[in-house]
């Protein structure tokens, strides 16, 4: 082996003026949201430790430093090529990208110079740290523009990079986007250290890799829990079930998804024992809710006591009995909101994950109990995952932000308020707390669409237009609206982008394009049909919709005509459909009614009461028939 370099760099030594490439078969950019969430949640949360409100940024040089890992480098031909760090690299790289536009609007002097760290120009010519061809054209147009949309024959790589700079708007705190915004681009920049270990031949800088991931045994937090749980509990055949029921249930969750183990284990630790969540404010230190995202196997040590750990038989319990009926739970829900295994009651899980809420898991957790029914325990998590389709859904219609950083307070105080609490206690306190909301369908008569809350609105209106079918005795379409299927949707306008053509009722084309963006104005459409009729007027078109989904459909006369159990449907819900021979702007500001009106059906706080009293319908009528069946046998 050859020469081993290995130093602290800050992200501005190792970004700053330099251009890593990448060989062929390392291409990609595979990260998913969970990777880029625990990034940013990571970053932002060292910060805000540190960070005081008074102090000036000349202080943040005195900030403690961060270690953010490793990265290897195989320098060929004066040519630096990522041997291993390339997902983490680039994440940064996007961060980056999303900070500097975030800070546009600020003052000269509250603005940290970036570029440099991002591109280099030369002659004319724009190359980014990480070169790689088919990378650049959407690195090109998030840089400058801030947006970029993938073409269908896109790389697996622009689709994430695409996706993850999209999800930044939602991840990173609102708290740190004012005065604090230039405290924290410079820390992350001059603070957070990552280890370069340079190699100077590729074998060498394999052989580095492979030592650092695959020699000796790699314990990870969910081990030591393991082991410490283990130690704990008397030795022989106790031990030995223990042991057994833990390594099935966890390979089960190794199988499931990446890091399911480890999710698990945080998951339910936080939603049955975590007491407090570190708040936003001054000088505020990290909960237990937070040490267990970081280090549960830690705080499980010294919290034992706490959680009733002190017998050889507490512990055995909690493996044999806590972890085997959590961790199935959590499997049953990580599955629903994946949509492999969705039983219509639990479809609400597969909605919220759809929005990247990714806080449910903890709070469906919360109201479990270990000797709750299989039924009891589907109810609940139905229930607060209705909740949670409810809330999110009143904030995206109202423009509030369900990022996790946004959320996650609010929703520790619900998941630590509905803890253990029956199908019954739970849908009438779920149910009190959306009507203790201040913001519903009412509170915002002009929703629009915008660059940022445009796939939050096309997810409401896949559920409008599926409710609409489902309702009129159609199949769902759901998972095809948001392009689960092969076909494409895009959430498009029934007025093209034409301001000549509606003078009469619009002075300035600014008050049109308003008017345009209003939710009573769009339709999901499959995106060859928008490509073949989304210019023309929309008298031309509107006989095209009959080929199209329910709603767009009845644009048109002729939907009432050949459609019974659509006629059926308006009847019995007095929801105010009617055709249009023309789409003027009144009729925008009436059709936004009716979405309004159907809105109301799909989320209604009602129905976590209705639901609860099925359960319990259910329930009665499962004893009635254990009751007779029992009878009868005594009689035999």
């Known amino acids: 082996m050859k020469k081993i370099d290995g130093i602290a760099k800050s992200l501005n030594d190792i970004l700053k003026g330099n251009r890593y490439s990448i060989d062929y078969y390392q291409r990609e950019y595979k990260w998913e949201f969970k990777q ?7 970053l932002t ?35 630096p090529y990522i041997v291993d760090g390339q997902q983490r690299l680039t994440s940064l790289t996007l961060l980056l990208t999303f900070l500097r536009h975030l800070q546009r609007d600020k003052a000269e002097a509250d603005q940290v110079p970036l570029d440099d760290l991002i591109v280099n120009a030369k002659f004319g010519k724009k190359s980014f740290n990480i070169d790689v061809a088919d990378r650049t054209e959407c690195m090109l147009a998030l840089f400058e523009n801030g947006a970029f949309v993938p073409t269908d024959d896109a790389s697996e790589s622009v689709f994430n990079l695409t996706a993850r700079f999209n999800e930044l708007e939602e991840l990173f705190p609102d708290d740190l986007r004012d005065k604090a915004l230039p405290f924290f681009i410079d820390w992350l920049i001059f603070r957070v250290q990552i280890v370069q270990i340079t190699a100077y031949t590729d074998d060498d800088a394999y052989t580095i890799f492979e030592t650092m991931n695959d020699r000796g045994l790699k314990l990870t937090p969910a081990d030591m829990l393991k082991g410490y749980l283990l130690a704990n509990i008397a030795d022989g055949e106790p031990r030995a079930k223990a042991n057994t029921l833990w390594r099935n249930r966890m ?44 280090e549960f196997h830690r705080w499980l040590r010294e919290s034992a006591g706490m959680l009733g750990l002190k017998k050889q038989n507490d512990f055995f319990e909690l493996v044999t009995k806590d972890v085997d009926f959590y961790s199935r739970q959590y499997s049953r829900a990580v599955s629903a909101a994946s949509w492999r295994d969705v039983p219509e009651q639990l479809k609400y899980l597969g909605y919220n994950a759809d929005r990247g809420f990714t806080l449910q898991h903890q709070l469906v957790l919360a109201p479990l109990t270990p000797n709750d029914s299989e039924g009891d325990a589907r109810t ?56 203790s909301e201040s913001e519903d ?17 096309h997810l409401i209106l896949a559920r409008l237009t599926d409710y609409v079918a489902v309702q009129s005795g159609e199949a769902s379409h759901y998972r095809e609206f948001t392009n689960g299927a092969k076909v494409r949707y895009e959430v498009e306008h029934i007025w093209a ?90 009729d925008v500001v009436e059709r936004g009614e009716l979405y309004r009106a159907i809105a109301k059906r799909v989320w209604n706080p009602d129905d976590l009461l209705s639901a609860s009293r099925v359960d319990e319908a259910v329930q009665s009528s499962s004893q009635s028939a254990r009751q007779v069946a029992g009878s009868s046998g005594d009689v035999c």
């Open 497 to 586: 982008n034409h301001p000549e053509r509606h003078v009469d009722e619009f002075e300035h084309a600014h008050d049109f394009a308003e008017h345009r963006n209003l939710l009573g104005d769009l339709l999901l459409l499959p995106k060859p049909f928008n490509a073949s009729y989304n210019d023309v007027a929309y008298e031309t078109k509107a006989p095209h919709y009959l080929s199209q989904n329910i709603l767009a459909r009845s644009l048109n006369s002729q939907a009432y005509d050949m459609n019974p159990g659509f006629r059926k449907f308006i009847e019995m819900s007095g929801l105010p459909f009617r055709p249009y021979q023309s789409f003027r702007r009144a």
């Open 45 to 79: 949360s060292k910060f805000s430790e540190a960070w005081d409100p008074d102090h000036e940024r000349d202080q943040v040089e005195k900030y403690p430093y961060y270690f953010l890992g490793s990265i290897i480098i195989s320098e060929k031909d004066s040519v």
């Open 441 to 457: 369908f009412d509170s915002n008569d002009h929703l629009r669409v915008h660059q940022q809350n445009r796939y939050q609105l």
């Open 380 to 435: 609940k998590i139905e229930l607060v995952s209705r909740y949670l389709d409810i809330l999110l859904a009143w904030r995206v219609w109202n423009y509030r932000s369900i990022a996790y950083s946004t959320m996650s307070y609010a929703m520790f105080v619900v998941m630590r308020d509905i803890r253990g609490l029956s199908v019954g206690d739970l849908s009438t306190r779920l149910h009190s707390s959306l009507m």
């Open 36 to 42: 880029l969430q625990e990034l940013v949640n990571d």
């Open 251 to 294: 390979r089960e969750l190794s199988d499931l998804e990446k890091d399911a183990d480890s999710d698990f284990l945080k998951t339910w630790l936080r939603s049955q024992y975590s007491q407090k969540i570190r708040e936003r404010k001054k000088n505020a230190k990290p909960e237990d809710w937070d040490r267990i995202g970081t």
